[in-house]
């Protein structure tokens, strides 16, 4: 059974960047069905996803529009992991950041716990 | 990008009542959507997905149907274990998108 596990800092400075680890076992991030994802939730509020990537090796990457500037999402398949750097973060990037998995044609199965990450001086 | 519009908000229920949650698409999702279930203080759980299977080890009283770019979660009999959010998610085309999220909540 996979299992996605994020980490990072819990606190980032405004205007700095924001960076986040999400750790795979029991799966391959290379796997050719699967997009791996990123999703945010401010306190109190909605699910918005932020981006995917594709894990067929392509580097098919997808993001939201309104992140697209400031987010970037890569790999790391030596060490069964993908990341999030999210750029020149403010106060409303405060949110839990969960990572998923995604089957192709069978929605986000596997979450990670999530983590909170705020913005503040 | 294609929109989501979920409803009601909140919705007030008994355990044993039978309850329906919206969501509308603003074009066609050719069938690609997904229920999630979330528990306060924990990560989303894949109910259903292309709009009517069930998610393996998901209790038979959830269901999900389509009317054209209509779709609806129904769960036939409220269980206490049921009180949580539902979210739909159309996963057609990126941007992926969520809806807005019911809260189903206790009379």
């Known amino acids: 059974q996979v299992q996605l596990q994020e980490s990072g800092p819990g606190l980032v400075k405004p205007s700095e960047t924001l960076s986040l680890t999400c750790t795979v076992s029991?799966?391959?991030?290379?796997?050719?069905?699967?997009?791996w994802s990123w999703i945010w939730q401010p306190p109190g509020k909605g699910l918005e996803w932020v981006g995917s990537?594709?894990?067929?090796?392509?580097?098919?990457?997808y993001y939201s529009p309104s992140l697209k500037s400031r987010v970037t999402i890569s790999a790391d398949a030596s060490k069964n992991q993908f990341s999030l750097k999210v750029t020149s973060v403010t106060a409303s990037d405060t949110a839990v950041y969960y990572c998923?998995?995604?089957?192709?044609?069978?929605?986000?199965?596997?979450w990670g716990q999530g983590t909170l990450v705020t913005v503040s001086s | 990008d294609i929109q989501m519009t979920q409803s009601p908000s909140t919705l007030t229920a008994s355990v044993g009542d039978r309850v329906t949650i919206t969501c509308r698409a603003s074009?066609?999702?050719?069938?690609?959507l997904a229920w999630y279930q979330q528990k306060p203080g924990k990560a989303p759980k894949l109910l259903i997905y292309?709009?009517?299977s069930l998610e393996s080890g998901v209790p038979s009283r959830f269901s999900g149907s389509e009317s054209g770019t209509e779709f609806t979660l129904t769960i036939s009999s409220l269980q206490p274990d049921d009180f949580a959010t539902y979210y739909c998610q159309q996963y057609n085309s990126f941007p992926w998108m969520f809806g807005q999220g019911t809260k189903v909540e206790i009379k």
């Open positions: 292309k709009v009517s």
């Open positions: 074009q066609s999702i050719n069938n690609w």
């Open positions: 998923a998995r995604h089957v192709y044609g069978h929605g986000l199965d596997s």
């Open positions: 990537f594709f894990g067929d090796g392509s580097g098919r990457t």
């Open positions: 029991g799966g391959s991030v290379t796997s050719g069905d699967h997009y």
